[in-house]
């Protein structure tokens, strides 16, 4: 066999972490090209017409890297459950030897020991050498989404209009650097002081709006149409619980999908694939803790969202919380997406004036 | 009491079975009417726009009964014998009925991974405050005539696959073929052109090694289309059609394996996909035009 040059699946800001997984092996990357509108072009160009969007964008983003030389192919199976995403792998490679690529494709299921053993397989690393490998992975991905979460925070409270995002693009460039794992604490603690440096009212009180949906619409914000900065933006502080940690945790500890049907009992009684029943549980919380709207984002016709999609408007209804559901897809523009979320917006600062106007009176 | 049930959608999946259970038990059955215009629209306009067309048609059918019986029967079909599972649209569909109707509900889980076909249906009948025997000797009539219907439809396939006219078989779920409103009765129009339509459920599994090139799938119509397509790839057939219902996340997978097996033995495909806005005219131009190549 040829020497292994690897691409992957891209996942938003996630993708530095994945990155890291590959080089600290030893082994050569080629990193899938950041997701636009050309990539998306390309891999629907490719992709079954009714499959869904992200297994398009996912094509896409391999093309290039394909282009540059890589020809092996990582990617997760069975990530969601009863969906489709299980066979992304088998249609993606289907595909791509379809369009004459030579490539050899790892697809694997999404449980520590398969991944391992893959990993080994192409590696050829020691047990502790991937052990080290995975922590220092994590260690990258918890820094990942702790900037993401300062980020939702700093965002619509930052003085200097902008400061935020520069300073988060900055510290994501950064992150891509480090080679060394001893490196890193102290990239960490550069990148958390300047965040924190970053000049902010304290005492603004904001509407605030969550994400709810499909995981991956969610969390990458190049195929969101940067969705999180849109809102910060407009001085609106956004929340989300969907991340690749919220997702591990769930896949190894299994109770917590158990609290999950326990509490939407009344509305759905049964799993429907995915995180179907996540964005009802997370849609009641919301609502208990009085937020002021709700996002839900999905990819056009994703099959477990499209289920839970009447249920949640049936929540919208009893408890009158502004709620707004995008479908993604190749043909969506960002025009499109701006004015229903300005629409919205608006929506939502009517909510909270009137709510604040209550609680006085 | 009377207990309703739709025709559409999951009533297919085990045809004439419900209805002999019932009515075995000693209960009132109102089905309802085969697919028409109005309850197409109907269920179009309180569906989601993205759901898939054949579970539109099913909220139709049960606007149609609602307020018309006592109970709504709505099996949540998940995992079957084989322990492989149902689309996942049909996991959520009792619960989205209860938004939709008023009517009270008659539903119990079918997950063959926690507990036996006859284990769920004896807790049904104790829903309906009937003992363990009568149950079981219902199921068991029921099951007789499910057996008496396969073994005809096996017998017509024989009696089909030997006629001298160009065989077409048709592949898709048993909801759109059955169902003549939803595929625009393309038995009849093949008929009347000349052809043999064959369904694809008609089809024997006649040995279950696994020999075309399929990945192993988790879904219980994944597994059943192709190893029937192992059967019919055997035979001479002229053609094959797939109808997918638009919006049909499974079939969007399943197609790229099922296409790839016709195309590489040369054998002429057509795709079509039908919804709430799909013309017969059109419709009947592509047959047309898709027998005139095959001639």
Redesign the interface.
């Given at each position: 066999m040829e020497k292994p040059i690897i691409t992957f699946a891209r996942w938003g800001n996630y993708t530095i972490a994945f990155k890291t997984i590959f080089e600290q092996l030893g082994l050569e990357v080629i990193p899938p090209e950041k997701t636009n509108s050309q990539t998306i072009a390309e891999g629907a160009k490719l992709s079954?017409?009714?499959?869904?969007f992200p297994m398009k964008v996912n094509l896409g983003n391999y093309l290039p890297a394909l282009k540059k030389g890589a020809n092996t192919i990582f990617m997760v199976q069975n990530i969601g459950g009863?969906?489709?995403q299980?066979?992304y792998g088998?249609?993606q490679e289907?595909v791509l030897k379809e369009a004459g690529h030579q490539i050899n494709f790892l697809d694997f299921r999404a449980t520590p020991k398969d991944i391992y053993s893959k990993v080994k397989e192409i590696s050829g690393a020691s047990f502790w050498q991937i052990m080290k490998v995975v922590r220092f992975f994590f260690k990258k991905l918890a820094l990942i989404e702790k900037i993401e979460k300062m980020g939702q925070y700093y965002r619509p409270r930052e003085i200097e209009k902008g400061e935020t995002d520069r300073i988060i693009q900055w510290s994501f460039s950064k992150l891509e650097e480090p080679k060394k794992e001893e490196d890193f604490p102290k990239l960490k603690r550069e990148i958390l002081k300047k965040i924190t440096e970053i000049k902010i009212d304290k005492n603004k009180s904001l509407p605030k709006v969550a994400l709810v949906g499909e995981i991956y619409t969610v969390c990458d914000p190049t195929i969101n149409f940067k969705i999180e900065e849109k809102l910060g933006m407009e001085e609106i502080e956004v929340h989300r619980q969907m991340d690749i940690t919220y997702h591990i945790k769930k896949l190894i500890f299994p109770w917590k999908d158990w609290i999950i049907q326990r509490k939407i009992n009344p509305?759905?009684?049964?799993?429907?694939?995915?995180h179907?029943r996540d964005a009802i549980y997370e849609m009641l919380n919301y609502v208990k803790e009085d937020f002021d709207g709700i996002i839900h984002l999905l990819p056009?016709?994703?099959?477990?969202e499209?289920?839970?999609?009447?249920?949640l408007e049936?929540i919208h209804q009893e408890s009158g919380m502004p709620f707004l559901s995008l479908?993604l897809d190749e043909q969506v523009a960002e025009a499109g997406i701006d004015t229903r979320l300005e629409a919205f917006i608006d929506v939502v600062r009517n909510h909270y004036k009137n709510k604040s106007r209550t609680e006085i009176s | 009491m009377k207990i309703g049930i739709p025709q559409a959608l999951l009533y297919w999946k085990q045809p004439y079975f419900w209805e002999t259970f019932f009515e075995n038990l000693g209960f009132e059955v109102l089905l309802s009417p085969p697919t028409n215009k109005e309850i197409v629209e109907q269920g179009v306009k309180v569906?989601?726009p993205?759901?898939c067309f054949s579970n539109k048609v099913y909220w139709g059918h049960l606007l149609w009964l609602d307020g018309k019986c006592d109970y709504i029967f709505i099996p949540?079909l998940?995992v079957n014998k084989e322990r492989l599972?149902y689309?996942?649209?049909f996991?959520?569909v009792?619960?989205?009925a209860k938004?939709?109707v008023k009517n009270k509900i008659l539903t119990e889980?079918f997950n063959e991974r926690k507990e036996s076909f006859e284990r769920t249906i004896e807790k049904l009948g104790e829903k309906l405050n009937k003992n363990r025997e009568e149950v079981k000797k219902a199921a068991e009539i029921s099951f007789l005539k499910q057996k008496e219907i396969k073994e005809k439809e096996e017998e017509d396939f024989l009696k089909k696959i030997q006629s001298p006219k160009q065989k077409f078989i048709l592949i898709s779920h048993p909801y759109n073929l059955e169902d003549g409103y939803v595929n625009l009765r393309m038995k009849e129009k093949l008929e009347k052109l000349g052809a043999e339509a064959i369904f694809i459920d008609e089809v024997p599994i006649q040995n279950k090694e696994n020999k075309l090139d399929w990945?192993k799938f988790?879904w219980e119509f994944g597994k059943e289309i192709m190893e029937k397509m192992s059967t019919i790839l055997n035979y001479n057939i002229a053609g094959a059609i797939e109808i997918?219902s638009f919006?049909?996340?499974?079939?969007?997978?399943l197609?790229?394996f099922v296409e790839?097996e016709f195309k590489s033995r040369k054998i002429p495909f057509l795709y079509l996909?039908v919804d709430e806005q799909t013309g017969e005219a059109g419709f009947q131009t592509r047959l047309e035009a898709f027998l005139d190549t095959i001639k």
């Amino acid at each position: 066999m040829e020497k292994p040059i690897i691409t992957f699946a891209r996942w938003g800001n996630y993708t530095i972490a994945f990155k890291t997984i590959f080089e600290q092996l030893g082994l050569e990357v080629i990193p899938p090209e950041k997701t636009n509108s050309q990539t998306i072009a390309e891999g629907a160009k490719l992709s079954p017409e009714m499959f869904c969007f992200p297994m398009k964008v996912n094509l896409g983003n391999y093309l290039p890297a394909l282009k540059k030389g890589a020809n092996t192919i990582f990617m997760v199976q069975n990530i969601g459950g009863s969906c489709r995403q299980r066979y992304y792998g088998v249609i993606q490679e289907k595909v791509l030897k379809e369009a004459g690529h030579q490539i050899n494709f790892l697809d694997f299921r999404a449980t520590p020991k398969d991944i391992y053993s893959k990993v080994k397989e192409i590696s050829g690393a020691s047990f502790w050498q991937i052990m080290k490998v995975v922590r220092f992975f994590f260690k990258k991905l918890a820094l990942i989404e702790k900037i993401e979460k300062m980020g939702q925070y700093y965002r619509p409270r930052e003085i200097e209009k902008g400061e935020t995002d520069r300073i988060i693009q900055w510290s994501f460039s950064k992150l891509e650097e480090p080679k060394k794992e001893e490196d890193f604490p102290k990239l960490k603690r550069e990148i958390l002081k300047k965040i924190t440096e970053i000049k902010i009212d304290k005492n603004k009180s904001l509407p605030k709006v969550a994400l709810v949906g499909e995981i991956y619409t969610v969390c990458d914000p190049t195929i969101n149409f940067k969705i999180e900065e849109k809102l910060g933006m407009e001085e609106i502080e956004v929340h989300r619980q969907m991340d690749i940690t919220y997702h591990i945790k769930k896949l190894i500890f299994p109770w917590k999908d158990w609290i999950i049907q326990r509490k939407i009992n009344p509305y759905l009684r049964s799993t429907v694939g995915g995180h179907g029943r996540d964005a009802i549980y997370e849609m009641l919380n919301y609502v208990k803790e009085d937020f002021d709207g709700i996002i839900h984002l999905l990819p056009f016709g994703c099959m477990p969202e499209v289920t839970v999609r009447p249920i949640l408007e049936k929540i919208h209804q009893e408890s009158g919380m502004p709620f707004l559901s995008l479908s993604l897809d190749e043909q969506v523009a960002e025009a499109g997406i701006d004015t229903r979320l300005e629409a919205f917006i608006d929506v939502v600062r009517n909510h909270y004036k009137n709510k604040s106007r209550t609680e006085i009176s | 009491m009377k207990i309703g049930i739709p025709q559409a959608l999951l009533y297919w999946k085990q045809p004439y079975f419900w209805e002999t259970f019932f009515e075995n038990l000693g209960f009132e059955v109102l089905l309802s009417p085969p697919t028409n215009k109005e309850i197409v629209e109907q269920g179009v306009k309180v569906s989601d726009p993205e759901t898939c067309f054949s579970n539109k048609v099913y909220w139709g059918h049960l606007l149609w009964l609602d307020g018309k019986c006592d109970y709504i029967f709505i099996p949540r079909l998940k995992v079957n014998k084989e322990r492989l599972e149902y689309c996942p649209k049909f996991f959520g569909v009792p619960d989205l009925a209860k938004i939709l109707v008023k009517n009270k509900i008659l539903t119990e889980t079918f997950n063959e991974r926690k507990e036996s076909f006859e284990r769920t249906i004896e807790k049904l009948g104790e829903k309906l405050n009937k003992n363990r025997e009568e149950v079981k000797k219902a199921a068991e009539i029921s099951f007789l005539k499910q057996k008496e219907i396969k073994e005809k439809e096996e017998e017509d396939f024989l009696k089909k696959i030997q006629s001298p006219k160009q065989k077409f078989i048709l592949i898709s779920h048993p909801y759109n073929l059955e169902d003549g409103y939803v595929n625009l009765r393309m038995k009849e129009k093949l008929e009347k052109l000349g052809a043999e339509a064959i369904f694809i459920d008609e089809v024997p599994i006649q040995n279950k090694e696994n020999k075309l090139d399929w990945p192993k799938f988790h879904w219980e119509f994944g597994k059943e289309i192709m190893e029937k397509m192992s059967t019919i790839l055997n035979y001479n057939i002229a053609g094959a059609i797939e109808i997918s219902s638009f919006q049909c996340g499974c079939d969007a997978v399943l197609k790229e394996f099922v296409e790839k097996e016709f195309k590489s033995r040369k054998i002429p495909f057509l795709y079509l996909i039908v919804d709430e806005q799909t013309g017969e005219a059109g419709f009947q131009t592509r047959l047309e035009a898709f027998l005139d190549t095959i001639k």
